[in-house]
């Protein structure tokens, strides 16, 4: 069982930016995929981005149309601590962000094994 430990978070003003960064800890497969979920009120959970490692390599990654040129993955694999950079932000970003791990090179809500607590993202106008 992997544990996920989100930080960051916040309130920002449109335009501006938000780091998000997710430490997982426990055992872990050698094929994996870390990403970021967000879920809106009233609305579905949705894959923002995400990012896998192969045998402690970074491998692809994947970018919801909305967040693409203005949102970066990344991870640092010997922390394993996957980080989101939220550049350009504007409210309809507005939601709670979750950090989900999942063994494969997919990462669906139905290929997640664990999630973070969530953290609440707010862009005012």
């Known amino acids: 069982q992997v544990q996920l430990a989100e930080s960051g978070g916040g309130l920002v003003q449109a335009g501006g930016s938000l780091n998000l960064s997710c430490s997982a800890d426990?055992?872990?497969?050698?094929?994996?995929?870390m990403g970021w979920f967000r879920q809106a009120p009233g609305k579905e959970r949705v894959l923002v981005a995400s990012?896998?490692?192969?045998?402690?390599?970074?491998?692809?990654?994947y970018y919801t149309d909305s967040v693409k040129g203005r949102f970066t993955i990344s991870r640092d694999n010997a922390k394993n601590t996957v980080f989101l950079q939220m550049d350009n932000l504007n409210p309809e970003d507005t939601a709670t962000y979750y950090c989900?791990?999942?063994?494969?090179?997919?990462?669906?809500?139905?290929?997640?094994?664990?999630w973070g607590q969530g953290t609440q993202v707010t862009v005012s106008s």
């Open positions: 989900a791990y999942g063994t494969g090179v997919r990462l669906s809500v139905k290929d997640v094994l664990s």
């Open positions: 426990g055992r872990k497969s050698r094929i994996d995929t």
């Open positions: 990012i896998t490692r192969i045998q402690g390599n970074t491998g692809n990654t």
